[in-house]
């Protein structure tokens, strides 16, 4: 198996193949693309059927190592089985199994059709990014210590992103984090989830500003690559190719529990900001899986949806960007999405470059076929199953309340904006599942607001606030940060 840019062209894919532990530890490609597996592997009937009796971490093993052929199999056999524990995911609700890792929850079995809820949050974060990240803890600690390597993982956060990677890379031999946030500007809880963790390895830079600030630092020290090399700086963003396919799994997993044949199809709603997440699902229907439909929910940053009703990608510029309540969803542009336009357009490496040097320059692209547009191709989006639908703080508040009252469970917000949009695409004879992307404790005041009591917490949670705090202050000083790592990484250390 092999990897290819999504600007590539034929000649520089063919000059330089890549192999998964080859982008394990990167992000984009030199050419500014994004990877994506030259073919997609496929899966027969006779897998599927054998699969649906395996653990969650031998499921997770058979679908890996499809894809990461470098890595001796029994090495990623124990990788999976060491990342998809029961200890591991253990916030699941107290009727629930965990062992389940992602456990199925049926919520209504209707006239209208079956509507699911499938649990991605029950990791140590209580959200679905530990599904992959704890996975690429292990997968980097294991390629750093085959290569007697280090990495100095570098980002800024304003919530769900950076505790998931602390908590995955915690503790991890051969990986230091130095995750910068907005000081004062997080809830109490996200605050004391990533401030509260004392590991020697993880640097939490609480930074005078906001979220853009930080940004704006992580992108100065990336930018001057003589640093980066020198002290082995890397990211862990959302666009890294083994986050994907890690979320390929749970879309097998949720579609061997909801079916008991092979003929049958499911759909998935997915609530979607970068589109990782709903991209493994993509992913997941393009080996063969049978997904009907797959549902695209945003919030009110719904430029997602806008393309997926019309054809036209045109993204936010700050000021047109809100600040809602479903805020791990509030994105201006989505950073997976030329996975998906790169197979629209017929896997045309050259045309997606295109396409998006004109999100650079004129702010998006229209596939429309209207007269004057960049091209038709949105006729072709049904075929891959594509739907989608918003929702907005109301919306959220309304769905929150209907589903603890018919249901008796408490969902987060990102989650309600998913049932919200599901809804809206059931369809007899196929059950819709409901990816939970957050456990409601994570965002409790909006939960508050729509029931006028607390939201559970998990056990172990209850007193997290009060935790002593590990964490510096410093000003948005670029100069200020680059000391502060050069004094903790070794290559200052060993130099001479
Ligand atoms: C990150 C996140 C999302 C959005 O996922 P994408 O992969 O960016 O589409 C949705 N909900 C929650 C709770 C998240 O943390």
Redesign the pocket.
């Known amino acids: 198996m092999h990897y290819v840019s999504t600007r590539a062209t034929s000649a520089s894919a063919a000059r330089n193949p890549h192999g998964f532990s080859d982008i394990l530890l990167g992000g984009l490609a030199p050419d500014g693309g994004l990877y994506l597996p030259a073919d997609y592997p496929q899966v027969t009937g006779a897998e599927l059927d054998a699969w649906r009796s395996l653990s969650y971490a031998d499921l997770a093993y058979e679908i890996l190592r499809k894809f990461a052929t470098d890595i001796p199999e029994a090495d990623l056999k124990a990788l999976t089985a060491k990342t998809y524990t029961a200890e591991v995911y253990r916030n699941a609700r107290a009727d629930e199994s965990a062992a389940e890792i992602t456990p199925l929850r049926v919520l209504e079995e209707g006239a209208k059709g079956k509507l699911i809820l499938q649990g991605l949050s029950n990791g140590p974060t209580l959200?679905?990014?530990d599904m992959a990240m704890q996975l690429l803890g292990n997968l980097f600690e294991y390629a750093l210590a085959k290569n007697n390597d280090e990495l100095n993982i570098f980002g800024a956060t304003s919530g769900?992103?950076g505790s998931a990677a602390e908590y995955a890379m915690r503790g991890k031999r051969g990986i230091r984090v130095f995750m910068l946030s907005p000081h004062a500007k997080m809830s109490a809880f996200q605050t004391a989830q990533m401030f509260s963790l004392q590991d020697p390895n993880i640097f939490n830079i609480a930074v005078e500003g906001v979220f853009d600030d930080c940004q704006d630092m992580v992108k100065a020290v990336s930018n001057d690559l003589e640093f980066k090399a020198r002290h082995k700086i890397g990211t862990v963003n959302?666009i890294n190719w083994a986050r994907v396919v890690a979320q390929v799994v749970y879309y097998f997993r949720g579609y061997l529990k909801a079916t008991t044949s092979n003929e049958q199809k499911v759909s998935f709603t997915?609530?979607?900001?970068?589109?990782?997440?709903?991209c493994a699902g993509h992913i997941a229907r393009m080996m063969g899986l049978p997904i009907d439909k797959l549902v695209v929910a945003t919030n009110e940053n719904n430029v997602l949806d806008e393309f997926f009703r019309t054809g036209v990608y045109r993204v936010r510029k700050p000021a047109e960007t809100f600040h809602t309540s479903?805020p791990?969803?509030d994105?201006s542009k989505?950073s997976?999405f030329e996975r998906f336009v790169y197979e629209l357009v017929g896997r045309d490496a050259d045309r997606t470059h295109a396409l998006f040097r004109k999100v650079d320059t004129h702010g998006g692209f229209d596939l429309s076929g209207a007269p004057g547009s960049d091209g038709d191709e949105f006729k072709r989006v049904a075929a891959y199953g594509f739907v989608s639908g918003c929702s907005k703080h109301e919306d959220r508040l309304n769905t929150i309340r209907e589903v603890f009252d018919d249901y008796g469970i408490t969902i987060?917000t990102?989650t309600a904006d998913g049932i919200k949009v599901a809804r809206e695409h059931l369809a007899p004879g196929v059950p819709m599942i409901v990816l939970e992307?957050?456990l409601a404790a994570k965002f409790n005041e909006t939960i508050l607001e729509a029931l006028g009591t607390d939201a559970e917490r998990p056990a172990g949670f209850e007193n997290i606030e009060a935790l002593p705090q590990r964490f510096v202050v410093m000003k948005a000083d670029v100069a200020q940060m680059k000391a502060y790592i050069a004094e903790r990484t070794s290559a200052e250390r060993t130099a001479p």
Do not use: C, L
């Open positions: 959200a679905f990014k769900d992103t959302s997915v609530p979607s900001g970068n589109f990782g997440n709903i479903s791990s969803m994105i989505a997976n987060d990102h992307t957050a």
